[in-house]
C-alpha cells in the first residue's frame, strides 16, 4: 500500500492531483466510494506516463456531473448506457468518471450494464492488466485490488485475456489489444493470441458499437507515436474498419516528429501539453475537409473535435498577450505561459515567429540557469529553511528576482532576504542537574571519641585542637595553650598525637640527616660547685618516656644546685653530639635520651688527665627516672617539683684522639650537663600541678661490657601511668 501512496503522490503531476480531489471531494459528498482504475494503474506499475484518468465510483456518477464542471472542468461528452463522464480538466488532463457496473452480453457487441461493486467491475474488463484499482477512499488511500493478479502479466510484459470469450463478446477488444501492444511493447499472451487468431477469423467487427468504434478511433490521436500504432492497426487490418478516411490519409511524419521534441522541452520547463489536438491536423494533412468532418464526427468526445477546432484562434489570442508589454520582462513571460493552457502554449512554440519565438528562447534556456543560482546555503544561514510557511513562496519570489538580474551582488541578497530571516533561538536551557557533594562519612576509629572528633572539626588553629583534646584526657585547663603568653602555635607538621602533656619540652631525636655541631670548650662559670657539677656528671640509667623514647632523669642534688642558681663546669662536648633544642612553647627543659646505636656500642676513649675525670657513679646510685613529658617531677622522697623541668642530659662520647677503651674496660662515655635555665612562670596562668606519681625505681648502672647488648632491655617500657 505505501509503494502506491508514493506513486501517488510522486508519479502523478499537479493538475493530475488536482482532478482526483476534486472527483474525490464529490464522491464523499454524495456518499459514493471512488477508485483508480483502468490504464492508469497499469501505467503506475509499469513505470509509464500516465496519460489519462479512469475514475470508478460506485453509484450513479452521473450525479458528479454538475459538481465537476462548477469546479473549472470541461464536459467533453458520455456514454449514457455505460454510464460514463469525459471531462477535460485545466492543464489538459482527461478524466473518464464512470459507474462500477457488470457487463453481460446476450448478442456479441450489444453489452448489457448492471451497477455493482469494484471487484465485479473490475472482472468484467478486457485484459488482466487492466482490471486493478486503487482505492482513494478515507481508510484505504493507495490499496491495491488486483482479483485477477495483473501484476504478474504486467512483469511479463504479456496481455492476458481474462474471459475466454472476451474477443467474440465485444470485437472491439481485439482492436484495442493491437494498439496497446504497438504502444507499450508487449505481446498477446500464448492463449489469448490462438482466441484473437479465431474470433478475426469469424469476422465479427461489424456487430461492434458505433460509440465503441468512434472511442477508438479516438484514442490513436490521443497516443504519444499516433504514427507507429496507424501502421499496427494497419498491418492487421483494423484501420479500414476503424475510418476509411484514416487509412488513406499520409501523415506529416517531420512535423509529427519536431511536435515531440517541442512536447519535451517544454516538459522540462513544467509545462506538460497534450499534443493529440496539435497531432490531429498533422494526421489528417492530406485530406479533404469534409473527410476530415467526418472523422471528427465519430469521436465519442466531442469536445475534442472542438478543442482542435477553436486551437488557431486561441492560440493567436495567446500570441497577442504574450509578445506586449504584459510580458515584457522574463518573469512576467514565465508566470504568464505558467497559466496559459499547456496546449496553446505547445501551438505557439510550434507556429510562433518575431518577438514570440525569441522570448519563448528566454523561456527554455534562462529559466533553468536561474533555478540553479538560487543560495540554498544563504538561506540555510540566515535560518531560512522548509519549515517556515512562507519558504515556497519567498523561493518563487528569489527565483523571479534572479531571472530579472535584479539580485547580483551578495550584500543585495543578503538584504533582500532579511525581512524573512527568523530571529535567532534562544540558547538551550542546561537541564542538566549539579553533582551533589557526597557528605564525609564518620570514620571508624572514633568510637568513644565521637564527640571530641565533632568538636575538633570547628576549630580553627592546631592549638586549640591540642588544648580541646588536652582538657578532654583531663590533662590541662582551658586557656594552657591559648593564653596570650603561650609563643608561637604548633604547626600542621608537628600535630600533637596521643595525650598532650602540659607545659611539656617537645624532645627531638637526633637524626642521621643533621649535622653534628662542633666541639666547644667548656664553659667555666663564675663559682662554679664542684661538687655540684661532679654529681651532674654522673650518668643516669635511661627509663623509656611514654613515648616510647629513651629519657635520663638529672640526679637530684643536681637539681637542687639548679634551683639554687649555681653555677657549674660544664666538661667539654662530644663533636658527635648535638645540643638539645628549645622547645618551641614549653617553658621547662626535656631530657634527650641518647641513641639506640650509642648505647649498643660504645666508642672508645683516651685516658684523661685526673683533673679532666668524669667520676662514674656508684652502683646502685643512680637517680630515679621519670616521664619527661608531665610538666612536674617529683624526687625519690616524694615532694613535688616545681614547674621548671631541667635541660635533657645526654651522653657523649670522648673527645676526638682518646684512646678507645677495651671490652672489659668498665670506663663510662662522658657526659655534658647542660645548665637548666629558670624560667618566670607564666603570670597570666598559672602552672598546674602534676599528679603524685609512684617513684620510679632507679636502675644500676651496669658495666660498659654488658650495658651495650642490654642497654633496650633494661629501661621500662613504660613509666607512670598513661
Known amino acids: 500500500m505505501a509503494d502506491y501512496i508514493y506513486l501517488l503522490e510522486n508519479r502523478l503531476s499537479a493538475a493530475q492531483q488536482r482532478a482526483i480531489r476534486i472527483v474525490r471531494d464529490l464522491a464523499r459528498t454524495e456518499e459514493m466510494t471512488v477508485f483508480l482504475t483502468g490504464g492508469a494503474v497499469r501505467d503506475l506499475t509499469a513505470g509509464s506516463a500516465v496519460r489519462d484518468l479512469d475514475l470508478t465510483v460506485v453509484g450513479d456518477a452521473t450525479k458528479l456531473r454538475a459538481g465537476v464542471e462548477a469546479s473549472g472542468a470541461i464536459f467533453t461528452g458520455d456514454n449514457a448506457r455505460a454510464q460514463v463522464l469525459y471531462f477535460l480538466f485545466p492543464g489538459g488532463v482527461r478524466v473518464e468518471v464512470s459507474t462500477a457496473v457488470s457487463i ?75 494498439r496497446l501492444s504497438a504502444r507499450l511493447g508487449w505481446q498477446m499472451e500464448e492463449r489469448t493470441r490462438q482466441r484473437y487468431e479465431s474470433a478475426k477469423a469469424e469476422d465479427l467487427f461489424g456487430s461492434v458499437a458505433p460509440e465503441s468504434i468512434g472511442y477508438e478511433l479516438e484514442e490513436i490521436f490521443y497516443e504519444e507515436d499516433p504514427v507507429r500504432v496507424m501502421r499496427a492497426l494497419d498491418a492487421e487490418g483494423w484501420l479500414k474498419l476503424l475510418s476509411p478516411q484514416l487509412a488513406s490519409a499520409k501523415p506529416n511524419e517531420a512535423a509529427l516528429t519536431d511536435l515531440r521534441e517541442k512536447q519535451g522541452q517544454l516538459l522540462t520547463q513544467g509545462v506538460l501539453a497534450d499534443a493529440s489536438a496539435l497531432a490531429l491536423p498533422l494526421l489528417l494533412g492530406k485530406l479533404s475537409a469534409a473527410d476530415q468532418a467526418a472523422v471528427k464526427k465519430s469521436f465519442a468526445r466531442p469536445g475534442f473535435a472542438t478543442q482542435v477546432d477553436t486551437l488557431e484562434s486561441r492560440t493567436r489570442d495567446l500570441q497577442t498577450r504574450f509578445s506586449g508589454k504584459e510580458a515584457a520582462t522574463p518573469s512576467a513571460a514565465w508566470r504568464m505561459l505558467h497559466e496559459a493552457e499547456p496546449e496553446l502554449v505547445l501551438s505557439m512554440l510550434l507556429n ?27 538561506l540555510q544561514e540566515m535560518r531560512i529553511t522548509p519549515d517556515l510557511p512562507e519558504y515556497k513562496e519567498l523561493l518563487d519570489k528569489l527565483f523571479f528576482e534572479l531571472m530579472d538580474g535584479k539580485l547580483s551582488t551578495p550584500e543585495e541578497l543578503k538584504a533582500y532576504l532579511e525581512p524573512y530571516s527568523p530571529p535567532a533561538p534562544p540558547p538551550p536551557v542546561n537541564l542538566r542537574r549539579a553533582r551533589a557533594k557526597k557528605e564525609a562519612r564518620p570514620s571508624r576509629a572514633k568510637g568513644k571519641k565521637a564527640a571530641a572528633a565533632e568538636a575538633e572539626a570547628t576549630l580553627e588553629t592546631v592549638a586549640e585542637q591540642e588544648e580541646a583534646l588536652g582538657v578532654a584526657e583531663g590533662l590541662m585547663e582551658p586557656g594552657t595553650l591559648t ?27 637526633p637524626t642521621a640527616q643533621k649535622p653534628a655541631k662542633p666541639a666547644k670548650a667548656p664553659k667555666v662559670l663564675p663559682e662554679a660547685d664542684t661538687e655540684a657539677a661532679r654529681k651532674l656528671t654522673a650518668q643516669p640509667a635511661p627509663v623509656a618516656t611514654r613515648q616510647g623514647k629513651a629519657a635520663t632523669t638529672p640526679h637530684p642534688e643536681a637539681s637542687r644546685d639548679v634551683a639554687a642558681k649555681r653555677p657549674v663546669v660544664i666538661p667539654q662536648a662530644s663533636a658527635k653530639q648535638a645540643a638539645p633544642k628549645q622547645a618551641d612553647r614549653g617553658n621547662s627543659a626535656k631530657a634527650v635520651a641518647p ?26 646510685s643512680g637517680g630515679s627516672a621519670k616521664p619527661s ?60 600541678k602534676a599528679p603524685a606519681k609512684a617513684p620510679v625505681k632507679s636502675v644500676p648502672a651496669r658495666p660498659a661490657k654488658k650495658a651495650a647488648s642490654k642497654a633496650a632491655k633494661s629501661a621500662p617500657k613504660k613509666s607512670g601511668r598513661r
Not at 597 to 612: D, E, H, I, L, T
Request: no cysteine; aromatic share 4%; hydrophobic share 35%.
Open 595 to 620: 641513641s639506640r646505636n650509642a648505647a649498643k656500642v660504645a666508642p672508645p676513649a683516651k685516658k684523661s688527665s685526673p683533673a679532666k675525670s668524669v667520676p662514674q657513679p656508684k652502683k646502685g
Open 483 to 509: 593564653g596570650p603568653d603561650r609563643g608561637p602555635e604548633p604547626t600542621p607538621e608537628t600535630p600533637l598525637e596521643g595525650k598532650v602533656a602540659p607545659l611539656a619540652p617537645r624532645e627531638e631525636e
Open 104 to 178: 453481460e452480453f446476450p448478442k456479441p457487441g450489444k453489452p448489457v450494464y448492471t451497477p455493482t461493486g469494484i471487484i465485479e467491475d473490475l472482472r468484467r474488463r478486457d485484459f488482466t492488466a487492466n482490471a486493478m484499482a486503487l482505492s482513494l477512499n478515507e481508510g484505504s488511500y493507495g490499496l491495491l485490488m488486483d482479483p485477477l493478479n495483473g501484476v504478474a502479466d504486467i512483469e511479463n510484459r504479456e496481455l492476458r485475456l481474462i474471459s475466454n470469450y472476451g474477443f467474440l463478446e465485444d470485437p472491439i477488444r481485439m482492436v484495442r489489444g493491437i
Open 352 to 378: 510562433g515567429k518575431g518577438v514570440v519565438q525569441q522570448r519563448l528562447k528566454t523561456f527554455l534556456n534562462d529559466s533553468p540557469t536561474a533555478r540553479q543560482r538560487i543560495p540554498y546555503a544563504t
Open 629 to 688: 613529658s608531665k610538666a612536674a617531677v617529683s624526687s625519690a622522697k616524694g615532694t613535688k617539683a616545681p614547674a621548671k623541668a631541667a635541660k635533657a642530659v645526654k651522653t657523649a662520647p670522648p673527645k676526638k684522639g682518646a684512646a678507645a677503651p677495651s671490652a672489659s674496660s668498665k670506663q663510662k662515655p662522658a657526659v655534658k650537663a647542660v645548665k637548666a635555665k629558670s624560667i618566670k612562670p607564666n603570670s597570666a596562668t598559672p602552672a598546674k
